[in-house]
């Protein structure tokens, strides 16, 4: 009788522990997939001043002594582009120290072009600090993409533009040169600057209006 007892014992134990194991078993692909599906699933798109302040904090852990040279917005298939928010955007930070450049993307989704969800690290170029664009100071930025947006669209050209032509495409671009004395939101109409035929310039400290350009 105890060794049948001891059996029976035996075999709920054993009974338990395979139970257990197949609930393990399917729970790791089960976890998988969920984060395959969190992957593919498209965060709502970011404002410029949202996406580069994360993109800035992974910046830092590359140099101390980083600094943002330009923003620029990209507009994706898989995430519609609105009212001054973009699905990606791609920020260029310079090192003096190092005397180097590298650029940081943020995207809402996977998607072509090298761009993963999250922030995603680029590699690392030369830097002399030459050129028309110069490093600007975060306290400087205190007008984000969708004010600048608001702003362009006061201008009756551009309500014009959009519409005669509802789904055209808005870039974003972030920078200071010596156009303009202050950090600068360049609002433009088209696919990319090259190819469009007219932008507005916003002031990204005070907001205030600059210039149109054709």
């Not at 669209?153 to 010596?178: A, D, G, H, R, Y």
Request: glycine share 6%.
């Amino acid at each position: 009788m105890k060794k049948m007892l001891l059996s029976y014992r035996t075999l709920i134990a054993s009974t338990a522990v395979a139970a257990l194991l197949a609930l393990g078993g399917c729970s790791e692909p089960a976890q998988k997939q969920a984060e395959r599906k969190a992957e593919m699933t498209p965060d709502p798109p970011a404002t410029g001043r949202q996406a580069f302040q994360q993109m800035y904090l992974s910046a830092r852990a590359w140099s101390v002594d980083v600094q943002p040279l330009q923003v620029q917005s990209y507009n994706l298939t898989q995430v519609k582009s609105e009212k001054g928010r973009a699905g990606a955007w791609q920020a260029t930070f310079v090192s003096p120290s190092k005397g180097r450049q590298r650029s940081y993307s943020w995207s809402a989704v996977e998607a072509e072009g090298s761009l993963h969800k999250g922030v995603f690290a680029g590699s690392e170029d030369a830097w002399s600090g030459t050129g028309q664009q110069r490093p600007f100071l975060l306290a400087a930025l205190k007008i984000d993409s969708d004010q600048a947006y608001e702003t362009a669209l006061k201008q009756k050209e551009s309500m014009e533009l959009l519409k005669k032509t509802p789904e055209m495409p808005v870039l974003f671009v972030l920078e200071q040169t010596n156009r303009f004395p202050d950090l600068t939101w360049r609002v433009v109409f088209g696919e990319s600057i090259s190819t469009s035929g007219y932008s507005v310039f916003v002031d990204a400290t005070t907001g205030q209006f600059l210039q149109k350009a054709h």
